[in-house]
């Protein structure tokens, strides 16, 4: 089991997004910590969570292993997925 400290202005929502990439596991997170009896308020910050860890990537692990981009020298989430030169999306390369 591993544990999340939250922090101001969170939910079970934003929790079950951010530790699983999804929504689909506020049950989950509920079930685990007991404390949380309420779907719709904010969690104070501080409150730390245990949930269980996934197997295999989720959003927020996609997007944090990305590489850097060696011009810029920030993160670019694209590169290195397929989406190279002379891609644009709105048009933005």
Excluded: A, C
Excluded at 39 to 62: D, H, M, R, S
């Amino acid at each position: 089991m591993s544990t999340y400290t939250t922090i101001q202005s969170q939910t079970i929502w934003d929790l079950s997004l951010q530790l699983y990439g999804d929504t689909s596991n506020v049950v989950k997170l509920i079930s685990e910590n007991p404390t949380l009896t309420s779907v719709g308020k904010l969690i104070p910050p501080g409150t730390v969570i245990e949930y269980t860890k996934p197997v295999g990537n989720t959003i927020t692990t996609f997007f944090s292993n990305r590489q850097t981009d060696p011009v810029t020298g920030t993160g670019n989430p694209l590169q290195g997925s397929g989406f190279t030169e002379g891609f644009t999306i709105n048009g933005h390369n």
